[in-house]
């Protein structure tokens, strides 16, 4: 299991970056659409991995901070959803606002993430 990639990005398309290590390796890593929009080509990136294995896909996902992979892992939990709509998740709503929105029982921020809307 991929636990935590480092290396520079190559190229960045909306929530998807190419991450070369230092060992010449090009992982595809879907990331919150923030990193993909913060970083360029180039720079050097740090990523904490969650790795997704299923019978016909092996998926890496990819966050800044410890504690955003944790929040993921728990999102995905959740009766209905599932790595790429947790991720869509939380590249709508931030991080705080999530922890926030669930401590308050305050459905409605979920109504702009693409995937759920008014569900």
Do not use: C
Request: hydrophobic fraction near 40%; proline fraction near 5%.
């Amino acid at each position: 299991m991929i636990a935590y990639l480092e290396g520079h990005i190559l190229r960045s398309e909306d929530n998807l970056i190419v991450l070369k290590t230092s060992a010449n390796v090009g992982y595809a890593v879907h990331v919150p659409f923030q990193v993909s929009e913060k970083f360029s080509p180039e720079e050097f990136l740090s990523l904490h991995i969650y790795s997704s294995y299923r019978e016909d896909d092996i998926s890496l996902y990819g966050f800044q901070k410890l504690e955003e992979k944790k929040l993921f892992e728990m999102l995905i939990k959740t009766s209905g959803v599932g790595p790429k709509l947790g991720l869509a998740i939380l590249s709508t709503i931030s991080p705080r606002q999530l922890i926030e929105a669930v401590q308050q029982d305050n459905p409605e921020i979920f109504k702009h993430v693409p995937g759920i809307g008014k569900k």
